[in-house]
């Protein structure tokens, strides 16, 4: 996520040594590969728990287990999988974890940064001892009460809320794969957080389909909604080694509380007329794709 990437580039600018670890055909992180780039000057390891575009779940309480037996703090942005996977920050071996408010129907722009009893980190603004001294200025008590609430409703529904929008995936996927021939779907199918889809729609052009499909009443991203407006393919489906044109043709459908199995019926009733059309009238390097 650009949230650990632009920040890496910023250290990286200011003479700081990052190590960017590739991920395989899943988009999968090797615990081993962690171990093996650890050096006796690495301070942080970041790992995100759960993918925003593709779904796929890291081995994190692994890489944690590494990072813990070499001495080296490790982070995970866990804000897509808090309030959609239950587990325990102990238990997946995180030394700072990040949540975000607003993935549960919280209060925007409130977050929370979870850092576990003895590690030490710098404060970020200096000029007021509140938030335990890491974040000067007065508290949003709204965001951070709203915050809590919202945590409460989502931790009583979390395990219905998992097999309800898994079928819902599920099932828009199945029927994905039986009616629109030359697709591929992004990420692990194994390893994958409930709710998210992405799919490659070999022979279109991403963004042609989301308009399509927005006309029709359906939203979907051809990406992170924090990478709106950006040119180029997905850096995320890029690194799970697919070409540009096969990158540039997916969309990433997302399940959320106020989705019903009928959605599923309205994005299939449209999508596959929508392809075959766009397919017929494509540019030749993409029908080009479909030989």
Request: aromatic letters at 4%.
């Amino acid at each position: 996520h650009h949230a650990v990437i632009d920040t890496a580039e910023w250290w990286k600018k200011r003479g700081g040594d990052v190590t960017v670890l590739p991920v395989d055909g899943d988009g999968l992180v090797n615990p081993q590969e962690v171990a093996a780039a650890i050096k006796p000057a690495t301070a942080l390891v970041s790992v995100m728990h759960v993918n925003n575009e593709t779904g796929t779940i890291q081995d994190i309480p692994a890489i944690g287990a590494v990072c813990r037996e070499h001495g080296v703090v490790f982070h995970s942005d866990c804000v897509q999988s808090f309030g959609k996977l239950r587990f325990r920050i102990d238990e997946i071996n995180a030394d700072i974890a990040s949540i975000s408010s607003h993935k549960i129907y919280g209060p925007k722009g409130t977050g929370a940064l979870i850092v576990r009893r003895g590690v030490r980190i710098s404060p970020r603004f200096i000029g007021g001892s509140q938030e335990r001294n890491l974040r000067t200025g007065t508290e949003n008590v709204p965001g951070i009460v709203g915050f809590g609430a919202a945590a409460a409703l989502c931790a009583g529904l979390l395990d219905s809320e998992i097999l309800r929008l898994k079928a819902m995936r599920d099932r828009l996927e199945s029927m994905i794969m039986e009616r629109i021939p030359n697709i591929r779907i992004n990420g692990s199918r194994e390893f994958r957080a409930p709710g998210l889809l992405n799919v490659s729609l070999i022979g279109c052009e991403g963004e042609a389909l989301l308009i399509a499909l927005d006309r029709k009443g359906i939203c979907v991203s051809t990406g992170s909604a924090c990478s709106a407006g950006a040119a180029g393919a997905s850096h995320v489906l890029l690194a799970l080694g697919m070409d540009m044109m096969t990158a540039q043709s997916s969309l990433r459908f997302s399940f959320g509380r106020f989705n019903v199995p009928e959605d599923v019926d309205t994005v299939l009733n449209v999508l596959p007329g929508i392809v075959e059309r766009q397919r017929q009238t494509a540019a030749p390097g993409l029908r080009a794709q479909l030989q």
